[in-house]
């Protein structure tokens, strides 16, 4: 069966770009660099795109153009003992696939709301109160019923999701990205003409470029940049593997990879200036010092910007807009994850198209309804706290010991040179050999002792136990029995 190609360069970039682009652009990046030192942050920031972004997104790019497969078949080309890591990628492709459609439900839903501003005066009574119905008696473990206004748009997001991958790369996937990205582009660019003009905008920019050098010798920026890095780049989680793997023949590999981590990072950037400009403006119209507006994660999106939307000219024109640019954010992640889960399974299975998307998204639909309860909302915090700082920096440094150790990385960067306008040197087998290695080692080892002694966000230990630690087991177990079948039957 020949392997599907994408239609045109433009078509890959702009899809591989809006898998990187999503909701982590848009809410985590500017709160994540306001944590660490505001302008401060960008030096680790950049630093960290150089040394670990550029390098790793050149790595899966070339690796997927390589060995033509999904990530179980490209990494099991490279050793046949290490299909495991591949399906354990796309196991967290698919836990994260299956609770990031729970935000853009909520961005759809606030999509309604926000022609009315039917958040009313007070955005963060109504998202956590009449929104998820939150109790004082949820946990991640107590989720209560299924909140019907959630799950809807839900199950709307899931249709849009499987439309495009049904309609597979050049059909669904590429005519997607074509008009996903530049739209959202546009929006996010029309949103900060408008904004940087209000008053105390200039403020909030000053809180996000002014640095705080005191903080570059803080180790835990350094950790939170290159976290965000590799968060927002969707690296080490079997979506650029099999994104890269419909690439032509003849593709400028280093340029295309170059390309995608610049308008990401660049796109992050502009995000952070919009955010900035409302939270200046906010503080400066409530008379607050900026940090009391800012409230964390999820929350920015769903609390902070509402009540922003409350204070502009216009807010039935700009607030729409603006939750429609996360829902498109949103999607073109979402069809990215659920492409990298599905191509693993045709691989494998040999499965047509059209049965994969089908089984995945059906599997994924039911699975997600556990977020459009009452107690979603913790659940989510939950298992996006272990896949994001466990699961995917875990997942991220065997990929770089194998590739750098056991494939050697001189060959990964002859193949990228062969087919590249642009070449690369030995700081390619530096970055990958030795210094991201040894800076996600830091990082894993950090919050693995960190969550074992303190735990996290207050959960109960069995919460943790079972719904953390639990599912991490489970995923590897899965993936290691997916591995072993193979063998049997080889």
Known sequence: MKREQWGSRAGFVLAAVGSAIGLGNIWRFPYMAYENGGGAFFIPYLFAMLTAGIPFMIMEFTMGHKFRGSAPRTLAKINSKFEWLGWFQVMIAAVIGVYYIAIIGWAISYVGLAFTQGWGNDPNAYFFGEYLQLGGDNSPSQLGSIQWHIAIPMIVGWLVTYAALFGGVKGGIERAGKIMMPVLFIMVIALIGRMIFLPGAVDGLNYMFQPDFSRLTDPSVWSAAYGQMFFTLSVGFAI???????????????????????????????????????????????????????????????????????????????????????????????????????????????????????????????????????????????????????????SCFIELLLVGWLLKAADIRKHANAVSELTIGVWFDLCIRFLSPIMIAIILANKVIATLTDGYGGYDMSDLLTLGWGLLALMLVISIAVNLKKSKEA
Request: net charge neutral; charged share 10%.
């Open 240 to 394: 650029m593997l099999a994104y890269s793997s419909y690439l032509p023949e003849k593709s400028d590999i280093s340029n295309n990879a170059v390309m995608t981590v610049l308008i990401n990072c660049g796109f992050s950037i502009l995000a952070g200036v919009l955010i900035f400009s409302v939270l200046g403006y906010m503080a400066q119209e409530q008379g607050k010092p900026l940090t009391e507006v800012v409230s964390a994660g999820v929350g920015l999106a769903f609390v902070t910007i509402p009540a922003a939307i409350n204070l502009l000219p216009a807010p039935y024109i700009l607030g729409p807009l603006f939750f429609l640019a996360l829902v498109v954010a949103g999607f073109s992640s979402h069809i990215s994850i659920m492409e990298a889960v599905t191509s693993a399974f045709i691989d494998k299975l040999k499965w047509s198209r059209r049965k994969a998307a089908s089984i995945v998204c059906g599997i994924g639909l039911l699975v997600s309804l556990a977020f459009a309860t009452n107690g979603g909302l913790l659940l989510l915090d939950l298992v996006d706290y272990f896949i994001n700082n466990i699961a995917l920096l875990a």
